[in-house]
Each structure stands twice: as structure tokens, then as C-alpha cells.
């Protein structure tokens, strides 16, 4: 292994670290949006943020070694769109998957794929 491969090597693990370090903080932060739009009058813009933090998790988190995660985010971001332009407030059955995937995927982040 050349110095330069293992200098790309060191900066993916560092990478690779810190992804791991800041999962939790970015859990919680959907934890809190989710909670913040299941609230009446279920604003529009807890929803829009809910949807942000989604996607950005539904894109890292294969490349960081979270795939399963990532898909349970995919799924939430897809079940999550059709919200965003609708004025009417989501029904009963939408909370509860939204809630199952919340804990599905708190469940998924706390435990990395395997290699």
C-alpha cells in the first residue's frame, strides 16, 4: 500500500468516525422534528425539516455503513413527500407507521450493518 492509499485510508476512517459520533444527534433531531409536526396544528415546517434530515440520512447511510438505516429513511422520506403539499392534517394511520419508523430506525442506527 502506497503512502498516498494509506492517507486516503486514514481519512476515510476519520470520516467513518465521525459519522458514527454525530448518528446520535442526528436521531434526535428527527426524533424531535417528527415530534414537533405531530402536534396539532402539524406544521408544515417541522414536516419540511423532518423530510431534510431524512434525506441527507437516506443518502449517507450506506456509504458510512448503515445501509438497513438508510432504507428505513428512504421509506419514512417517501411516506413523508406526499405530506408536504397536502393542507390537511395526516391521519391517524400515517402517525403510526411514522412512529414505527421512528423506533425502526433508532433501532437501526444504534447498530452499523455487517460487514
Known amino acids: 500500500m502506497t503512502q498516498q ?3 486516503i485510508n486514514t481519512r476515510l476512517n476519520e470520516l467513518n468516525a465521525n459519522y458514527r459520533q454525530q448518528l446520535p444527534e ?8 417528527f415530534e414537533a409536526y405531530c402536534l396539532p396544528p402539524h406544521s408544515s415546517a417541522a414536516l419540511q425539516n ?3 434530515v431524512l434525506h441527507k440520512l437516506a443518502g449517507s447511510g450506506a456509504a458510512f455503513g448503515h445501509a438497513k438505516m438508510g432504507n428505513i ?3 419514512w422520506e417517501h411516506l413523508a413527500y406526499p405530506l408536504l403539499s397536502l393542507s390537511a ?10 412512529e414505527e419508523l421512528m423506533a425502526q430506525l433508532s433501532r437501526a442506527a444504534a447498530y452499523p450493518d455487517e460487514s
Open 26 to 33: 442526528r436521531i434526535t433531531d428527527i426524533k424531535l422534528q
Open 5 to 7: 492509499d494509506e492517507s
Open 73 to 75: 429513511a428512504r421509506h
Open 89 to 98: 392534517p395526516p391521519s391517524i394511520s400515517q402517525l403510526q407507521e411514522m
Open 50 to 52: 423532518l423530510h431534510r
